[in-house]
C-alpha cells in the first residue's frame, strides 16, 4: 500500500514558476514509475511525465511533448518525494495535477497507475 500526498498548487500569472510537490509513503521500492497527471474541466486526465526505475540507481525521466523543456521531473530519495518543477506557465497549463505511481513497463508515457494523490490545483492566469 502507497500513499501519495500532494502540495505545491495554486494560482500563478502566465510565464510564472510553480514547484509540485508529492510525498509518498508506504512501500516505494522495487521497480516503479512515479509521475504527474493532469484533468482540465471538460477534458480527460492526460499524463504529464514520469521518473522510473527498474529497481535500482538509474532513473529515467519522460516528458510529454506540452510540457518538454519547460517541465522538471525531480525526486529526493531520502525524503520519498517526486517534484515537478514548472516553468514558463501557460493558461492551458490549468488543471488538477495528479500524482501517480505503478508498475513500469518499460514505457514510461502513461504508464498503468496503482495509486493516485488527491490532486493539486494549478491555475494559470493571462
Known amino acids: 500500500q502507497v500513499e501519495l500526498v500532494e502540495s505545491g498548487g495554486g494560482s500563478v500569472q502566465a510565464g510564472g514558476s510553480l514547484r509540485l510537490s508529492c510525498a509518498a509513503s508506504g512501500n516505494t521500492y522495487g521497480r516503479n514509475c512515479m509521475g504527474w497527471f493532469r484533468q482540465a474541466p471538460g477534458k480527460g486526465r492526460e499524463w504529464v511525465s514520469s521518473i522510473c526505475t527498474g529497481g535500482g540507481a538509474t532513473y529515467y525521466a519522460y516528458y510529454a511533448d506540452s510540457v518538454r523543456g519547460r517541465f522538471t521531473i525531480s525526486q529526493n530519495n531520502a525524503k520519498n518525494t517526486v517534484y515537478l518543477q514548472m516553468v514558463s506557465l501557460r493558461s492551458d497549463d490549468t488543471a488538477m495535477y495528479y500524482c501517480?505511481?505503478?508498475?513500469?513497463?518499460?514505457?514510461?508515457?502513461?504508464?498503468?497507475?496503482?495509486?493516485w494523490g488527491q490532486g493539486t490545483q494549478v491555475t494559470v492566469s493571462s
Open positions: 501517480a505511481r505503478g508498475v513500469w513497463n518499460g514505457y514510461g508515457e502513461n504508464f498503468p497507475v496503482n495509486y
